[in-house]
C-alpha cells in the first residue's frame, strides 16, 4: 500500500509514484481519481482522451505495461502506482513519427481525430502481439475504439499497411 | 469545360492536421487549462415537464470550493433560438422545466469534484405536470400545452404546394400511398461539448467545441448585450459535430455568468449522457407520401404529408422541418408538388440539425415508396430512377436551380458497379436482395440561419516576409471533415504556391475575417471561393512584382508550385516565389490579399422559400447487396455501393473520408440507433454502451466513386459538396434491399433484425392462411 495522508477534512490522499512513457512521476492523489484525470490534470498529457468515462469509447485507451490497451477510466490512479504505461505521447521517439502514425496520416484514417490517440494504440498493441493480422484481427482489436467520422475503413487499410501486408477493401 | 491541370487541388495531400492529431499534441476546448480555472456544471430537470416553484441554493454556497451557484435570476432572460419569430429557449429556466435535463441552475467549484456536490445540494421545489411524449397526439385537447405562445404545441407549420395536385393525381395511371416511420437519433460525436468562458476586463473570451464561431459570437454578444467586437470565440479543435455542435449549448451562457461573477475562467463540459439530453440530433417523423405515376412510372405528382417530433424547443429545427420536403423534389423531376408537415414539441430533447439536415428520413420514405411503385407496376427500381432521374441545368417544382447534376450517370454507374442488370437478370440466392436509392443535398444554405447582410464567408492570406510560407486566415472551423486541408489546397493552387508551405490561423472571430462556419456543407464552395478569390489576388501581384524583376511583361509569366517562369521564353532562368514574395516585401510592404464571398439571390418568394436554396447541389446514389436470415431477421451486408457527382475533387482521400463516414451514420441509423426513452421521458440509453454506434465489426464494405469530368459552374473550380450528401439514400437502399431479398416492407426505422424477422413471421402467418 502506498502511503498515505489524511486531510484536515478526512479526505485520504496517497502518494503513488506511476511511470508514464519511461518517466517516472511521484504524485498525491485521491482514492477515486482515475487514471485518465491523473494523466491529463497532474501530468497535463492531454492526448489521451476522454469520450464517455464508462468504458465504452476507447478514447483514453493507454497501454499498461507496454503492451496491453487498457481503457484508463475503467483504472484508479491508486491501482497504477508502481506501473508502466505509454500514452500517444511516448509513441513517436525524437519527432520521428511511429510507422503506424505515418500510415494513419497516409491513408486518410481520421478526421477529427478525437479517437486517434486511442486507434494508435490499440493498433500498435495489436502490431506489436501480432506483426502480421488478418483484417478481421485489425477490426477485433479496434472494437472497442469507437470512431463517429470515419467509418473505420481507412483505419483498417492504415494498420492492414503499417503491417507490410496487403491493404484490404 | 473543366480545367484539369491542377498543381494541388484534385491531389491527396496528407491532412493539415495530421501530425498534431496522430501524437496527441492537438487540444481541443476540454484540454484547455487556465490559470486560477474553476469547473462548472449546470444542474438538469429531473422530470420532462414541471414548474420551478422555488430553487435554494444556500447549502450548496456553503461547501467549501463552491464559487457561484446560478439560477435564472443571474442570467439574462432574453429568449434565444434561430428565427425572431421562435426565440424560445433561456440560458437557464425561468418558470418550467421542458425536459428532462432542462438546465435549471450552474456552479462553478474549484474542481470537478465539487461541482457534483455541490449540484446535489441545490433544492429544486418542483411542481410535477403532465409530459407530452407522443409527438403524435400532442395536439389533441387533453395535452397540456408545453410554450405559452404555440397552441396544440404546434411549433412550425408548413403547407406548399406547387401546381394542381388534384389534377395531376386525377390523370394518373397509378396513384399509390405509403407511411413510414423514422425514429430519434443522435449525432454522438466522440468528443463531449465544452466551453472555457473567461469575462475579463470587460471582454468575454469563449474557447468552445463549436462548428461555427461566427454564430456563437452573435448569439453570445446579443444575449448579453454586449458589441461584437468584445466577444471572442476560438473553436480549438473540434472532435466531430455532425450538426450537435452548432448552437450554444447553456454552456456558453452560463459559463459566461459564472466567469463574470467569479472573475475566473470558468470550463464548463458535459458528460455523455448530458449531451443525449442537450440533443439536437434527428427528428422523429411519421411521412405519408401519395404520389401519381403515368404507365411508364414517371412521377406525374407528389403530395408528402409529415409530422415530426421537434422536442421541447424550436432549436434549428424550424429549418429542419421545411428541409424534410424542399429538398425532395431534387432528384427526381417532380412536376407537381404538396408538402405538409408539422413540427410539433414535446417534453423530449429538443432536435435539430443532424448530418443531412432533415432530408435522410423523408429521403428513406420516398425511395421505399418508389420501390413499393416499381413493384406494383412490374418495372425495375434502377429504370424507374432513371426515367425521373433529375437533368443537369433544371428547375426544381420549388424553385431550385440545378445546374450540375449527374444523377443519371450515377444511377448508371452504380448499376455497374453492383452488376444491377446481371444480378436481376439471373436472380440472387436465397435471403439475397439488392436495392438502390439516390441522395442530393445543398452545397452551402443560400441564405445565412439568422437575418444579415454580411457575407457568407471570408478570408484574407498573409504571404511571410521572406515568402517560405503563407498563412489563410479564414473564420472556417474545421470539424474533421478536413476543411483546414482543402482550404490550403485552394489557397495554394490560386497563388501558384505549393500546399505544404501553407499555414492556417482558423476558427478565431478575433484574428479571423468572418465565416459563417461548418454546415450545410458549405465551407468547400462557400469558404473556398474566398480563399480562390484571395489566393489569385497574391498570384497577381507576385506576377506584377516578378514582371518588374524579370523585366518581362506580366502576360508572359506564370507561377506554379512557387516557381516563376517566362510562357515564351523557356531559356529566362526561372525565379522562385520566395524570392518575388521577398522583393515585395522590402519594396510594397505586406503582401496580403482578401477574398469575400456572397452567394447570388437564390429561390422562389414563397413562404419558407429560402430553406434548400443553394448555389449548388450534389447527387449520389447508394446501392446496398444484402444477406437475410430467415430464421433470426439478421441483415448481413455484403457491400454498400456509392456513386456521387460532387464536380471537381479537391482532395480525394478526404472526399471518400466523408462517403466512408457519412455512410457509416446512416447505415448505424438505418439497422442500429435509437434513442430511447422511459415513460416519463427520461433518456434510457444515453450511453455508448446503450446507444448502438457501429464498431469496426459492424463495417461493411463499400465502394465509392465519383464521376470523374463533373463541374460544377457556381463552386470553386468546379466544386461541390460531399459531406451529408451521403446520408441522404443510405436507409432507403437497405430497405429495398431487404424488400427485394424477403419481399417484405419494414415500415419502421431502425430496420433491426427483430423487425424483419417479425415482418417474415408475419409474412409466413399470412401466406398459410
Ligand atoms: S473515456 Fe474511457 S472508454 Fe470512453
Ligand atoms: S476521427 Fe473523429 S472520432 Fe474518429
Given amino acids: 500500500m502506498s502511503n498515505m495522508i489524511i486531510d484536515k477534512d478526512g479526505v485520504r490522499r496517497y502518494v503513488v509514484s506511476i511511470t508514464v512513457n519511461g518517466d517516472e512521476y511521484t504524485k498525491m492523489v485521491k482514492s477515486n481519481t482515475l487514471l485518465v484525470n491523473f494523466l491529463r490534470d497532474a501530468l497535463d498529457l492531454t492526448g489521451t482522451k476522454k469520450g464517455c468515462e464508462l468504458g465504452d469509447c476507447g478514447s483514453c485507451t493507454v497501454l499498461l505495461d507496454g503492451k496491453t490497451p487498457i481503457n484508463s477510466c475503467l483504472m484508479l490512479a491508486v491501482e497504477a502506482d508502481g506501473r508502466e504505461f505509454i500514452t500517444v505521447e511516448g509513441v513517436a521517439s525524437h519527432e520521428k513519427l511511429d510507422h503506424i502514425q505515418e500510415k494513419f496520416i497516409e491513408h486518410g484514417a481520421l478526421q477529427c481525430g478525437y479517437c486517434t490517440p486511442g486507434m494508435i494504440l490499440s493498433a500498435k498493441a495489436l502490431l506489436t502481439r501480432n506483426p502480421k493480422p488478418t483484417e478481421h484481427e485489425v477490426r477485433e482489436a479496434i472494437a472497442g475504439n469507437l470512431c463517429r467520422c470515419t467509418g473505420y475503413i481507412n483505419i483498417i487499410k492504415a494498420i492492414m499497411d503499417a503491417s507490410g501486408q496487403e491493404i484490404p477493401m | ?769
Fill in chain 2, 1 to 769: 469545360m473543366s480545367e484539369k491541370n491542377f498543381n494541388v487541388i484534385g491531389k491527396g495531400k496528407p491532412r493539415y492536421d495530421g501530425r498534431v492529431k496522430v501524437t496527441g499534441a492537438a487540444k481541443y476546448c476540454g484540454d484547455l487549462k487556465f490559470p486560477n480555472m474553476l469547473y462548472g456544471k449546470m444542474l438538469g430537470s429531473p422530470y420532462a415537464h414541471a414548474k420551478i416553484l422555488s430553487i435554494d441554493t444556500s447549502e450548496a454556497m456553503k461547501i467549501p470550493g463552491v464559487k457561484a451557484v446560478i439560477t435564472a435570476k443571474d442570467v439574462p432572460s432574453l429568449k434565444y433560438g434561430i428565427s425572431p419569430a421562435r426565440w424560445d429557449e433561456n440560458c437557464l429556466c425561468i418558470e418550467k422545466a421542458l425536459f428532462v435535463g432542462d438546465k435549471v441552475a450552474a456552479v462553478a467549484c474549484v474542481d470537478e469534484e465539487t461541482c457534483y456536490k455541490a449540484l446535489k445540494a441545490i433544492k429544486v421545489e418542483y411542481e410535477v405536470l403532465k409530459p407530452v411524449l407522443d409527438y403524435m397526439h400532442a395536439d389533441e385537447d387533453d395535452m397540456p400545452q408545453i410554450h405559452e405562445k404555440y397552441a396544440k404545441n404546434i411549433n412550425t407549420e408548413i403547407h406548399q404546394e406547387f401546381g394542381d395536385i388534384k389534377k395531376a393525381f386525377a390523370e394518373a395511371h397509378y396513384v399509390r400511398t405509403d407511411t413510414f416511420v423514422g425514429q430519434r437519433c443522435y449525432q454522438c460525436p466522440i468528443e463531449p461539448h465544452s466551453a472555457v468562458c473567461i469575462w475579463q476586463d470587460n471582454k468575454l473570451t469563449v474557447y468552445s467545441s463549436t462548428q461555427s464561431v461566427h454564430y456563437f459570437q452573435h448569439y453570445i454578444a446579443r444575449e448579453f448585450e454586449l458589441p461584437m467586437g468584445d466577444v471572442r470565440v476560438i473553436a480549438p479543435f473540434v472532435g466531430g459535430g455532425f450538426g450537435g455542435k452548432l448552437e450554444p449549448t447553456g454552456l456558453e451562457f452560463n459559463g459566461a455568468a459564472l466567469s463574470r461573477i467569479t472573475g475566473r475562467p470558468v470550463k464548463m463540459f458535459y458528460d455523455r449522457q448530458e449531451m443525449f439530453q442537450h440533443n439536437r440530433g434527428r427528428h422523429q417523423g411519421t411521412y405519408k407520401i401519395t404520389s401519381g405515376v403515368d404507365k411508364d412510372g414517371k412521377i406525374l405528382g407528389c403530395h408528402v404529408d409529415f409530422q415530426t417530433d421537434g422536442g421541447a424547443y424550436t432549436s434549428l429545427g424550424i429549418a429542419t422541418a421545411y428541409y424534410a420536403g424542399a429538398l425532395l423534389p431534387l432528384t427526381y423531376e417532380i412536376p407537381v408538388y404538396k408538402f405538409d408537415n408539422r413540427r410539433m414539441y414535446t417534453n423530449l430533447p429538443a432536435c435539430g440539425a443532424h448530418r443531412g439536415h432533415g432530408a435522410p428520413q423523408p429521403k428513406y420514405a420516398f425511395e421505399s415508396h418508389m420501390d413499393n411503385i416499381a413493384k406494383a407496376m412490374g418495372i425495375d427500381p434502377l429504370d424507374i430512377r432513371l426515367r425521373n432521374a433529375r437533368r443537369p441545368n433544371t428547375e426544381t417544382v420549388n424553385n431550385f436551380k440545378v445546374n450540375s447534376c449527374g444523377m443519371k450517370e450515377c444511377l448508371e454507374r452504380a448499376g455497374e458497379l453492383s452488376d444491377w442488370r446481371k444480378k436481376k437478370k439471373e436472380g440472387l440466392p436465397k435471403g439475397r436482395g439488392i436495392g438502390i436509392s439516390t441522395g442530393s443535398f445543398v452545397t452551402g444554405a443560400g441564405y445565412p440561419i439568422y437575418r444579415t447582410d454580411l457575407p457568407h464567408a471570408s478570408c484574407m492570406i498573409r504571404v511571410h516576409e521572406d515568402g517560405t510560407s503563407a498563412t489563410l486566415y479564414s473564420g472556417t472551423v474545421d470539424i474533421g471533415q478536413g476543411s483546414h486541408t482543402i482550404l490550403c489546397q485552394m489557397a495554394a493552387e490560386a497563388m501558384g504556391y505549393r500546399y505544404e508551405n501553407m499555414k492556417m490561423v482558423a476558427s478565431d472571430t478575433e484574428t479571423c475575417p468572418l465565416d459563417f462556419g461548418a454546415y450545410a456543407s458549405r465551407q468547400t464552395l462557400m469558404s473556398g471561393s474566398a480563399v480562390k478569390q484571395a489566393g489569385e489576388e497574391i498570384y497577381r501581384q507576385i506576377i506584377d512584382m516578378a514582371s518588374t524583376m524579370l523585366n518581362l511583361p506580366p502576360e508572359d509569366l506564370k507561377c506554379e508550385l512557387g516557381v516563376i517562369s517566362s510562357i515564351s521564353r523557356p531559356k529566362v532562368a526561372p525565379i522562385t516565389f520566395e524570392e518575388v514574395a521577398r522583393r515585395f516585401f522590402v519594396l510594397r510592404g505586406p503582401l496580403i490579399a482578401k477574398g469575400v464571398y456572397t452567394p447570388p439571390r437564390l429561390g422562389g418568394t414563397f413562404k419558407g422559400a429560402p430553406v434548400g436554396t443553394s448555389p449548388a447541389y450534389s447527387f449520389c446514389v447508394q446501392a446496398a447487396e444484402v444477406q437475410i436470415d430467415e430464421e433470426t431477421g439478421k441483415i448481413d451486408v455484403e457491400r454498400v455501393w456509392d456513386v456521387h457527382d460532387v464536380g471537381q475533387v479537391i482532395n480525394p482521400v478526404n472526399l471518400h473520408g466523408q462517403v466512408h463516414g457519412a455512410l457509416y451514420m446512416g447505415l448505424g441509423e438505418t439497422i442500429w440507433e435509437q434513442v430511447h426513452f422511459d415513460s416519463n421521458g427520461k433518456i434510457v440509453n444515453g450511453n455508448l454502451g446503450g446507444y448502438m454506434i457501429m464498431t469496426a465489426l459492424d463495417m461493411p464494405p463499400i465502394t465509392s466513386e465519383v464521376l470523374e469530368d463533373s463541374y460544377e459552374i457556381a463552386g470553386p473550380w468546379g466544386a461541390k459538396e460531399v459531406g451529408e450528401g451521403a446520408t441522404n439514400p443510405t436507409i432507403g437502399a437497405f430497405r429495398n434491399a431487404i424488400f427485394d431479398a424477403m419481399g417484405v416492407s419494414v415500415n419502421s426505422v431502425p430496420l433491426t433484425y427483430e423487425k424483419v424477422w417479425r415482418a417474415l413471421k408475419e409474412k409466413r402467418e399470412s401466406e398459410n392462411k
